[in-house]
């Protein structure tokens, strides 16, 4: 495998998709690279992003100590584990994933950095898929209060959970995100264990808005949008870490394409089916020649700007999510067609050398590009996404945790 820089990219072509050899042997590197990380760092959590292509621990901040439970990150580490253990049915993976499930459960009880609709990303992984696989009954404990602490940030009646910071915070008040799309899991989630119509309506609610006012005509997505909070009035759209407020960011974008496919899988709203569409065309239509974007979309082969592979690792499920949902035979083909070359040309390009390399799984992320975090760097949440993609493509029958 070889590995290509992060700006002005000389691309191929035409990438072959991946094939089924390909994709074992990737699957095989990155539980190597796995393994290696839950040795190195056992209960404790590595950073958001990879520096040098290594991930230090998480550094203390706000009152947490080095390596603690914060942050919208974590649960892609325990997440990789159980897709680990599902993949190997290894109990070093299992018992791994549990050990951090009990302090998911600890964060939740001790009310530490709730302040966030990430709770979603947060708890699907680190809980809801232990309860999923194992009947772990703490683990559904600690996920339903993660679903009851993000109920309070809907906002009537704007229709709308709340992104970021304290409800009271007038620079956050009424604010989303695209991001928040695979939030909504875990509501619906919550509300099938349950019964109570008031976690589907939410999901309901919000997707509606999300689809109505961040995706744009032209079939792109704003990062951001604000409503205001106390009369449900849209006001604007904008961006935290695109190129500009009107840019297509490429994260955003694929949040979009999988956001809007797996809210269509709860609610059967075929508007939503339909926004997940457009988000994929517009995606795939802006991609460079070797199908990995750079970190927005306004930039095209050529251009001085990194590429985010993580965004590509999130479209790829997105893809293949979409393609099941597809009516359309020959749409769906085409999506999986598409997963498969991005998924090849990830595999290709954008993977160390050797697992020991690396601590990343995938190289050439960007976190957030305007504030010049994590950029040209591996990310938690693109390994996680990218053996996401692998596992989906390797076996069609596996039920993702969303």
């Not at 590197?29 to 760092?41: D, H, V």
């Not at 809907?154 to 956050?172: H, K, M, N, R, Y």
């Not at 997940?276 to 070797?290: H, Q, V």
Request: charged letters at 25%; proline letters at 6%; a negative charge.
């Amino acid at each position: 495998m070889t590995s290509l820089p992060g700006t002005d990219l000389d691309a191929p072509a035409g990438p072959a998709p991946a094939d089924p050899a390909a994709i074992e042997a990737a699957i095989a590197a990155a539980l190597t690279t796995l393994r290696r990380n839950i040795e190195t760092f056992g209960l404790s959590y590595p950073d958001d992003t990879t520096d040098g292509d290594r991930y230090p621990i998480r550094p203390a901040a706000g009152g947490f100590a080095a390596g603690a439970n914060r942050g919208w990150t974590t649960s892609f580490w325990p997440g990789m584990m159980w897709i680990a253990w599902e993949l190997t049915g290894d109990a070093f993976f299992r018992d791994a994933g549990l050990a951090h499930a009990e302090d998911f459960a600890r964060r939740v009880r001790d009310e530490e950095d709730l302040d966030t609709h990430d709770l979603g990303f947060l708890y699907t992984l680190a809980s809801v898929a232990p309860y999923r696989l194992l009947g772990d009954e703490d683990a559904r404990a600690s996920a339903l209060d993660a679903a009851d602490h993000l109920m309070r940030r809907f906002l009537e009646p704007a229709g709308i959970v709340q992104a970021w910071g304290d409800l009271s915070d007038p620079t956050q008040r009424g604010r989303t995100i695209v991001d928040s799309l695979m939030n909504m899991p875990l509501l619906t989630w919550a509300g099938e264990q349950t019964g109570e119509e008031r976690f589907a309506d939410a999901v309901r609610r919000h997707t509606t808005q999300l689809r109505t006012h961040i995706l744009r005509d032209d079939d792109t997505t704003f990062h951001t949008f604000y409503w205001d909070a106390e009369t449900g009035e849209p006001l604007r759209g904008a961006t935290e870490q695109g190129a500009f407020d009107d840019s297509c960011w490429a994260r955003g974008q694929a949040w979009g394409v999988y956001g809007f496919a797996l809210n269509h899988r709860a609610t059967g709203d075929p508007a939503l089916l339909d926004a997940s569409r457009r988000c994929a065309e517009r995606f795939l239509s802006k991609l460079p020649s070797d199908r990995v974007p750079f970190w927005d979309m306004v930039y095209t082969d050529g251009a001085d700007a990194p590429r985010d592979s993580s965004s590509a690792a999130i479209v790829v499920s997105g893809l293949f999510e979409l393609a099941d949902a597809e009516t359309d035979a020959a749409a769906a083909d085409r999506y999986r067609r598409s997963a498969y070359e991005i998924l090849g040309s990830l595999i290709a390009n954008y993977t160390p050398e050797t697992p020991e390399a690396s601590d990343a799984v995938i190289l050439h992320s960007v976190y957030d590009f305007p504030k010049s975090v994590g950029v040209d760097e591996g990310t938690l949440w693109g390994d996680y996404f990218y053996l996401e993609a692998l596992v989906r493509a390797a076996r069609p029958g596996w039920k993702p945790y969303w």
